[in-house]
């Protein structure tokens, strides 16, 4: 779109230099800011954002309006921009420069208010003076002289940004000279004439700017899209078959006995090995839901192929009513939330679906509940979370262990069983997201204003320190790698094995997990999880995570192959894409699902199914509530069908990193430094061996291998952490490859396949492509989408009577997160070689199939049928 109004000329030049053979991949416009990333081999290595503060530090906020020109491949725009807070209003461009090597920006200024003491208003540089594809170090970014801008030159090349004129203020925030802050105005006052500003990037080899991702999509208009695409309590097809036996009865969750962990797999006890597909009931949806419509949910759930389902949220702050009286303590259950929870259990186990508990979420104990010295955590609050303290504070730890045995010895009223006697309820967690080792480690320091527990910290610490002959100092260093981490470890095992203790002399049986790994902890941080019968993880994913090259940038799965410990069962309670709404979520579920079937992980929740009450009420769209996601939970039978029947073969071969001591604690070990780690995730097996050599933690020694492990004859041991395991694909670049051959991604593409006899699927820039499989051709015109042709009898798709497909592009909230959600229509087709004599059938928004027999053809000579997504206007599909 060409810009309408005149820009007077305000220029911030920005000059990319590159000083070898090597080279930036590109120089990116964002969206909506309009400002710009630099990617190296797929890796952000610069982003920029605007910043703000009014005086004492009041965020103020940049308020941007792009408008974007593509033109034979040239990229430019211009914008509006207000700082509502500061009084400013602006007006700017961007263009390339005919060198091909620069890009200017132009902001024209006007001020309508006095701000004499705001801190400033500018630009900040994120600099990932670390990045995994640099081969040497960087050099320290330098900042010109008089304001005038920054220069960094790394072993890919120079980026230069110039101002002209020259800025208010510019410098580094923090000690790691990775963030630049270059601040056009501090004080200003309304009816000031400035000059425009210019800033010119330079780089020094030609260049092509980079439109933003969102204008490589259709340009097409979403108030023309499909609406009711997904009905809240219908499923597109009907899978709860997969939770019934051979003569088609359901069979109720825990009629196979309790499940337990045998070496790195679930299994329950009359032998049967457990898979677990699910999604996350959290907050609201669980104390605000009709008995009815707990009911419909129930059923609606096992429908769409999940059999498990976690129990979030439960005990929070901020969910009213949650499970506790509202009495202003935390000492005593609600029996209305208990009872709501007992009629989820009841209508989930009728259903086939398996039930996971959280012990502790977020919890805010109050000034009344007896906990020892509140008041130097709770700073004056009458309620306070504990995250981090709990592990020193032993009536926080009393506290916790009274409600595990109020709530695990709660009889439900519906089936008779206490929680801790049901054999559906498969899973515990002790306490969420709650770690010392990567975020909470820091609570208890010094300059935390908490000196009564500071004094526990310190006094825990100088003791462990002696006891193993360690520097005091870098043993307190929390925030520090080394022998910081083999300490916290150690506090984390002793808190672990008192809630493990108690949990056994209750009578519990269900598969405990202490903690989760969530939120980029690397290795270090494994060691106190083994405590646990599993080990869990949490991850989420951004857009575009086809585009990344695993040689150097980590995706959200990496993270999750990162936890998986060597002969432990891995569960991932938490997944999913971010922020809502991401334009290519949809391409998350069946990438999820065949990654985790070739590592062999065991148990899948995405969060969320819901966290909103589900009384049909639901006025918008969510990450956590993803229940009426046509981009989600459209997906999820697909997903689930591939993953529970084992559509996708393990690995053939298996890795194990095994590292020692030094390595494991004393270095930053995880998916953004280990390219082992970020190639196994998508060719072959990954497990983590704990290190055996560690005499700080001789409880490890323990937790090294269970004595129910099973022994892999294709198990490799590997002790390098940074080894390349992408398997050469001839005639292809950018690829990599499962060492079964079913599944590929091209990250120069944006392209993942799957190609198994029972699943056959494109995902991601498929557009204008053809793919050829097995049994299917994919010639989808729709730029961005999924297409997944599956066997819904557990046989090959060429032998199958009943053929599922799902065919699914973008999707989003009509306004903003309102609701009804506008789905892209499908254009192109797919051609199936399967038995003679099926008719093709669309599924409706509320799983009705109607025939549509025009929109297919059959080719009786090559036995193939070609169907035309966009007559069959629908997006799912049934040949049978």
Request: proline content about 5%; hydrophobic content about 40%.
């Amino acid at each position: 779109m060409k810009c309408a109004f005149k820009i007077q000329k305000l220029s911030i030049i920005f000059f990319f230099v590159v000083n070898n053979s090597y080279a930036f991949d590109k120089i990116s416009l964002t969206d909506p800011s309009i400002l710009f990333s630099v990617s190296d081999k797929t890796v952000p290595i610069v982003s920029v954002n605007y910043v703000g503060w009014e005086a004492g530090w009041k965020w103020t906020g940049t308020k941007i309006t792009p408008h974007y020109l593509v033109e034979n491949s040239n990229v430019s725009g211009s914008f509006t921009g207000q700082v509502s807070k500061l009084g400013i209003n602006f007006t700017g461009s961007v263009t390339p420069l005919p060198l091909s090597n620069q890009i200017e920006w132009t902001y024209n200024w006007r001020f309508s208010q006095n701000h004499p003491n705001a801190l400033g208003n500018g630009l900040e540089f994120n600099l990932n003076t670390n990045s995994t594809t640099f081969l040497t170090s960087a050099s320290v970014p330098e900042l010109l002289p008089e304001n005038q801008g920054w220069r960094w030159v790394t072993p890919e090349g120079t980026i230069e940004v110039k101002f002209t004129p020259a800025l208010a203020n510019l410098y580094f925030e923090g000690k790691k000279q990775n963030k630049i802050r270059a601040m056009f105005f501090t004080a200003t006052s309304a009816g000031s004439k400035l000059p425009p500003t210019t800033m010119t990037v330079t780089v020094d080899q030609k260049i092509a700017l980079s439109p933003p991702v969102g204008l490589n999509y259709e340009n097409s208009n979403p108030a023309l899209w499909s609406q009711a695409v997904l009905d809240d309590t219908a499923s597109p097809v009907d899978l709860s078959f997969l939770n019934k036996d051979l003569n088609g009865v359901t069979q109720p969750a825990g009629s196979h006995g309790r499940v337990t962990a045998k070496g790195d797999q679930l299994v329950f006890e009359d032998g049967t090995v457990a898979k677990f597909w699910g999604a996350n009931l959290q907050a609201r949806a669980l104390f605000s839901t009709s008995t009815e419509n707990i009911h419909v949910h129930a059923k609606r759930i096992a429908k769409l192929g999940f059999n498990l389902v976690r129990i979030h949220h439960h005990d929070s702050k901020w969910v009213s009513p949650n499970i506790f009286k509202p009495v202003g303590n935390t000492l005593e259950l609600s029996t209305t939330a208990l009872d709501k929870l007992d009629q989820w259990i009841k209508y989930l186990e009728a259903e086939g679906v398996y039930v996971w508990l959280d012990l502790h979420v977020g919890r805010a104990f109050t000034n009344t509940d007896g906990i020892d010295n509140f008041n130097d955590f709770a700073k004056g609050k009458k309620k306070a979370e504990a995250k981090g303290f709990n592990y020193y504070n032993t009536s926080i730890q009393d506290r916790m262990q009274q409600f595990n045995e109020a709530y695990l010895s709660h009889v439900n009223s519906h089936t008779g069983m206490a929680y801790k006697n049901d054999p559906a309820i498969i899973g515990l967690l002790l306490t969420n997201e709650n770690d010392l080792t990567n975020h909470f480690g820091n609570a208890l320091l010094g300059n935390k204003h908490v000196p009564l527990h500071n004094a526990l910290y310190k006094q825990d610490t100088k003791a462990f320190a002696t006891k193993y002959g360690l520097p005091l100092n870098k043993t307190m260093a929390s925030w520090v790698l080394g022998e910081s981490k083999l300490y916290l470890n150690d506090v984390e095992h002793r808190f672990n094995q008192k809630m493990l203790n108690h949990l056994d002399l209750l009578g519990v049986h269900s598969l405990v997990a202490t903690t989760s790994s969530w939120g980029r902890m690397g290795l270090y941080s494994l060691a106190s999880l083994t405590d646990g019968a599993v080990i869990d993880a949490h991850s989420y994913g951004r857009e575009e995570e086809f585009d990344y090259n695993p040689r150097y940038n980590p995706g959200f799965l990496s993270w999750i192959a990162g936890t998986q410990v060597s002969d432990k069962p891995l569960t991932v309670t938490e997944w999913n894409i971010e922020p809502f709404p991401a334009r290519d979520r949809f391409t998350a579920p069946l990438f999820t699902a065949s990654v985790a079937s070739l590592q062999g992980w065991d148990a899948m929740m995405l969060y969320g199914y819901s966290q909103t009450e589900l009384n049909g009420n639901t006025l918008t769209g969510s990450n956590y509530s993803a229940f009426n996601d046509p981009a989600i939970m459209g997906l999820m039978p697909a997903a689930a069908l591939l993953y529970r029947q084992g559509h996708v073969a393990p690995a053939a071969q298996s890795y194990e990193l095994k590292l020692g001591r030094n390595d494991f604690f004393f270095k930053k070990i995880d998916p953004t430094t280990s390219k082992t780690i970020r190639t196994l995730l998508e060719t072959s097996r990954l497990t983590i061996a704990m290190p055996t050599n560690t005499p700080e933690l001789p409880w490890l020694k323990n937790n090294v291998a269970s004595s129910n492990a099973i022994a892999d004859p294709n198990k490799h041991i590997i002790t390098d952490p940074n080894r390349d395991f992408i398997i050469p694909v001839p005639g292809e670049q950018n690829v990599v490859m499962s060492d079964t051959s079913e599944l590929k991604r091209d990250w120069g593409a944006g392209v993942h396949t799957v190609n198994t006899e029972k699943s056959q699927i494109a995902s991601g820039w498929i557009g204008g492509k053809a793919f050829a499989l097995n049994d299917v051709v994919f010639n989808v015109t729709t730029k961005k989408a999924v297409v997944a042709v599956q066997s819904m009898e557990n046989t090959s798709i060429a032998l199958s009577k009943k053929i599922f497909i799902t065919a699914m592009a973008r999707c989003q909230p009509s306004i903003d997160k309102f609701l009804p959600f506008l789905c892209e229509p499908m254009a192109g087709t797919v051609t199936v070689k399967a038995l003679p004599g099926l008719a093709l059938y669309s599924v409706t928004h509320t799983g009705t199939e109607v025939p549509k027999l025009a929109a297919a053809s059959f080719n009786e000579l090559d036995g193939k049928y070609t169907i035309d997504l966009q007559a069959a206007e629908g997006h799912w599909l049934i040949l049978k």
